[in-house]
């Protein structure tokens, strides 16, 4: 019994917003299967009231002054679009709304 | 084409609603949550933008101290306890308006949480506890080209401006709200409105609803009467003045209640409001790609707010509208009754400001209460918009004082006041309402009333001094009102020897 | 004067202060190796030639003019394609970045600016440093100069192989899990990954957030000691930076003294799975530490068995939000915009063709840890046993200064070797991976030739968090014993490489 499925491997593929090809599914799912067996290794740890690391080092309260720098100018900011217009970033139509 | 729905009544005779409100307030600080740009709504497209609100390769966030103060001081005015650590998280899902296709947001751990706040409709205090207030980055702006009107179907394309992303977002949302089903859709809006004149007060907003700076979310579901069983809840979306907060309410609980009455379903899906036509249209049914895969922000640090910096941002907030109208009432003598008819009569700041000019606080009530609430009712429109203020009701109430008017003679003067006849000075004069105090006129009066009395100065004389009040009366009548009232009796009762 | 190329940091930086050689000249010097060894070794994706050119003469004009220039002006170095430079084409070795210039530079880059260091162009690496081979990237694999048909190491192979080819005497790498030690020793190099927070990661295209270490890669412990000093520091663009001095590294470099350190082998990191001649090297140096006056003891560490599986649920969680900004619509490749596609399948197809199968693959077990239902078992239980890591570190730390092992299980690997078999290019990283979870300094420095293939073999360093300098204080130690017993560096074993034009 895998500890994933095509199906999961393609609901993943769904989330992750990749469009997978039947082969890459067919060759993914596998090899997921195989490092999931590895990294599932951290549940023989008994780690009940062990608190968890989020960050390495414990640092809190970094925060900055609420002033104003220069920012890009139009021209960089979209120096990087694949399709711009109007100042704009153009991008495909849209199908959801937020 | 719009789904059939109930009235009103019917839907409540039936069902009772379950409303939850998510409030996402713009905070006005000067640079965004996580990077020096500035904030000016209507700034020309993408010229407030920088590689990290643009989300580019390689750029890194780091907290406006601003932001989590404004934040603070939300929490504390809403009677929220404070977090002593708490993190940021990444709430993960792909949109084209969201540089990162994450938003930084707060998941688990939120700034502030566990509050409550009041609000008043028809009399009724209603208590609303508050789940949460947390922080989060608002998105960028989509433009939606070759479609109908803007709008997203049918668009050939979209244009996007990331001005907007980034701007410091509180989101403040209720625990469920239950009351009685009449009620629920005004104590609805009496929230958000409430909600609009804090952030107002804490200056952490500049709360500008047709900009887009308060935004609300409803979430209403129903359930039969006598039910415990929450039904299946709608999130209704771009609900965005007190007015539509108000209508998309009720037009949600007309719309379920219909779908329900026909043995249908309701689908747990988020709703769009559209303002022009009044009704809300099916957006996005929730499904198992809403997998938000939340975790704590790797790029930001915890925010651990020391006590004392809580306390001293809780000794900066304004007094909580509740301790203000306890203590007002303290001040003013009120019954718990009256205090009541000027809260619920919109006519508590009105009062204030008339108490501030020197008037007694009961002759404030008196004028606001009677008078000015019934012209205001009358005409249709706000007490606080007849046109009439504090300093009017102020200068009128200074007249009735020195004797100069009496309580009939200043109704007059507000009749003129609302009717845009000019100051009191220029109603009385224009009016002829100045009250008759000179003691020739009133002696002549008194002897035409004497004259035209004989029974009654009859009854006078034997013994029944009382009588003579119907005298006083002739003579008001004789002076069309306008006679001092007080002088009247002393004139009076020299003549008659009593 | 000799070879410019063959020279180091510190030694090309007297020549300038001696008027005996000009940045340009040493620039151009470099360029032209580059010019004559990079078709085989293929180190760089990208040479800035007239960029750097142009860095280097405004380094002489200050020079000629007197200013006071810091020891590094005019020293070429190789950055790895993961750092942004304002206007220089910035790939992270992925197709999704192709002709990208960002319109920004990273803190470290605005460092080695300031500092007047010339840089020669971008290095090579696993497409968004996943990957130990560099054969990851969708730009053809680098070749260890050592031998043309191994790899470098990954993921900064490009950086590591510009120091052994002597394209570069100086490199920038970065370290998520091994990615500038395990390249350093495959390469017969120098490479430190600093204290988590040491150096800004502002600019870093990002893999792991709460692991990615920018640091610096050298010939010798002095140069990357002078190097770590020019880009490390408290930067507030990044809220993870450490707001302390940095550490001593350059006098603890010069110093290069153990005598009386107190020195830990890490007694799991070794053994089974581990290649003969790599744990023979390792040995001997262990007993030169000794002679020269460490005192040497055995620790365990016994959570570190687990680091591999929690790296493998922290890194790709990680990285699969990260890399969820690549989706056509600001900058990058976009695939499929034919104005009937929807934004959303635009972004589909373009991640589908511009990452390649080890990102898609890192993309999708890290939303599979962290999706619902998964979370606690996966990403939450990676956390804790993150912290057992950290703790078994502190507890070492109570009884010695530093921990040492092997940087490597194994010495570089022929290319394709490995390409089949992610988990076993998983296992390269298995010594150098607990730094980066516990955030403390790393370094590898090199140690020999494994007898079994002649290739180089890494001694591998660990510090307590801002206690950098002690990795110095040691690898400077090792290096100059190393060279009496050789009598030269170990780079100077390495073969010839041959010269085309």
Known sequence: ?98 | MTAEVFAIEDALAQYDPVLGLEVHVELNTKSKMFCGCPTEFGAPPNTQTCPVCLGLPGALPVVNAKAVEAAIKIGLALNCEIAEWCRFARKNYFYPDMPKNFQTSQYDEPIAFNGWTEVVVDGETYRIEIERAHMEEDTGKSTHVGGATGRIHGASHSLVDYNRAGIPLIEIVTKTIEVAPDKAAAVAKAYVSMLRDLLLALDVSDVRMDQGSLRCDANVSLKPHGSTVLGTRTETKNVNSFRSVERAVTYEITRQAAVLASGGKVLQETRHWHEDTGVTTSGREKSDADDYRYFPEPDLVPVAPSREWVEELRATLPEAPSTRRVRLQEEWGFTDLEMRDVVNGNALELVVGTVELGVTPAAAKKWWLGELARAANESGVALGELGVGATEVAEVQKLVDSGALNDKLARQVFDGLVKGEGTPAQIIEARGLALVSDDSALIEAIDRAIAANPDVVEKVNSGKPAAAGALIGAVMKDLRGKGDAAKVRELLNAKLGI | MGDLTRKTAVELSELMTSGEASSVEITQAHLDRIGAVDGAVHAFLHVDTEGALAQAAAVDKKRAAGEKLGPLAGVPLALKDVLTQDGVPTTAGSKMLEGWKPPYDATVVQRLKAAGVVILGKTNMDEFAMGSSTENSAYGTTHNPWDLNRIPGGSGGGSSAALAAYEAPLAIGTDTGGSIRQPGAFTGTVGVKPTYGGTSRYGLIALASSLDTPGPCARTTLDAALLHEVIAGHDKMDSTSINQPVPAVVDAARRADVAGLRIGVVKELGGEGYQPGVEARFHEAVELLTKLGAEVVEVSCPHFQYALPAYYLILPSEASSNLAKFDAMRYGLRVGDDGENSAERVMNLTREAGFGAEVKRRIMLGTHALSSGYYDAYYGQAQKVRTLIARDFEKAYEQVDVLVSPATPTTAFAIGDRVNDPIAMYKNDLCTIPSNLAGNAAASFPCGLADEDGMPVGFHVMAPVMRDELLYQVGGALEAALADQWGGVLMSKAPELEVTR
Do not use: K, W, Y
């Open chain 1, 1 to 98: 019994m895998p500890s994933i499925t095509r199906e999961e491997v393609a609901h993943l593929a769904r989330l992750a917003r990749i469009e997978l090809s039947d082969d890459e599914l067919d060759h993914l799912a596998p090899q997921l299967d195989q490092i999931i067996a590895l990294v599932g290794q951290v549940s023989e740890v008994a780690a009940d009231d062990i608190p968890p690391t989020s960050h390495a080092l414990p640092i809190t309260n970094v925060m900055r002054e609420d002033v104003n720098v220069p920012c890009l100018t139009p021209e960089q900011a979209l120096s990087g679009a694949p399709a711009a217009e109007d100042q704009r970033f153009r991008v495909p139509r849209i199908l959801e709304e937020d």
